[in-house]
């Protein structure tokens, strides 16, 4: 089964290490593990908390670059950058940037990271930005001036907008004003669940309104009680977006390297396993197909340009 992957964290394990390798290690992502999953599109976060960077956009940079030295050591691996890239025969990595702050305020500046190969921007992690604010935010504050003139513009580019992290109010504005699909890269029901970081029913609608996807978060304090993150905990959040949003709302967004429980997926290469489950559990081909690559590529193709 081919798989998009929306969100991992591994390359902020691989900036701060500066020794590990890319192709196999001892991470949850690898690109051998990526072979082994049978990996479509792996996307990777840039992700940094904003507080403690006194440079974000540099920062950015430096990961960004850091990541695609190690990556072009692998010819069968490429940046996706294009659309017509998702018809070619070639591994693909999607560059992500987990924290809008990382623009600093600046158009120029979100130019520039497109520039750079960028594909995605979560627009908010857990501290307000020039943006908007968080999920943590007590007042539920949704998105600022900036925000509409960033959502305008990366519709404009080709960047997929990511509300994971945003405020119930940003996402809300966000799928209000975005003229193309939105994605929510790894986050989970709180109709399941009742954690902030997870969607309301109303929230999946409205992504699934705008044509988009939301990719399931395989972190325990996302899917249930159980300090592990079970198979089951995360059908039963897949479940519940088909409940609420339908069939083509429904996608993976691991994050992978970014949690730090025990999770019965133990890595990217068993990805197998949670196939085998919803074949169990009766879900037919074609649900597990649009779960696992179909809702994500469509996404792409509809967001990115040529």
């Known amino acids: 089964m081919r798989l998009i992957d929306m969100h991992c964290d591994t390359n902020l394990k691989l900036f701060e290490a500066q020794s590990k390798s890319l192709y196999a290690n001892s991470l949850n992502v690898d ?3 990526l072979i082994e999953a049978d990996s479509y599109v792996q996307f990777f976060a840039s992700f940094f908390e ?6 974000p956009y540099e920062h950015t940079l430096a990961m960004l670059n850091y990541f695609k030295t190690l990556l072009a050591e692998y010819p069968e691996f490429e940046i996706l950058r294009s659309r017509s890239q998702l018809m070619g025969k070639k591994r693909l ?8 702050g990382c623009m600093e305020g600046s158009i120029l500046k979100l130019e520039n990271l497109y520039n750079a190969g960028v594909r995605s921007i979560t627009l908010t992690w857990n ?11 007590p007042e539920n504050r949704g998105l600022k001036s900036f925000g509409y003139e960033v959502v305008e513009e990366m519709n404009r580019m080709g960047i997929l907008i990511d509300v994971s992290h945003l405020s119930d109010k940003g996402t809300f504005d966000a799928i209000k004003h975005s003229q193309k699909p939105i994605v929510a890269s790894h986050s989970n029901a709180r109709a399941l ?8 029913d109303d929230l ?17 304090e996302l899917l249930g009680t159980s300090r592990i993150s079970r198979i089951e905990d995360m059908i039963a959040h897949i479940e519940h977006h088909i409940k609420i949003g339908g069939e083509d709302v429904i996608a993976i967004g691991t994050d992978f390297d970014g ?14 396993d949670l196939e085998k489950a919803m074949r169990a559990k009766g879900h037919h081909d074609l649900v597990i197909e649009k779960l696992f690559y179909l809702n994500a590529e ?5 967001v990115l340009m040529e």
């Open 50 to 55: 904003l507080p403690a960077v006194p440079k």
């Open 93 to 100: 990595a999607l560059l992500s940037v987990e924290e809008g």
């Open 31 to 33: 690109l051998q593990k």
């Open 298 to 302: 469509r996404v792409l193709k509809s």
């Open 259 to 272: 949690i730090n429980c025990k999770v019965e997926i133990p890595h990217i290469g068993r990805m197998g």
């Open 127 to 137: 501290f307000e930005n020039e943006i908007g604010h968080t999920n943590l935010d």
């Open 204 to 220: 999946i609608r409205g992504i699934a309104s705008t044509g988009g996807a939301i990719g399931l978060n395989f972190w325990s």
């Open 193 to 200: 669940l009742n954690h902030s970081r997870n969607l309301n």
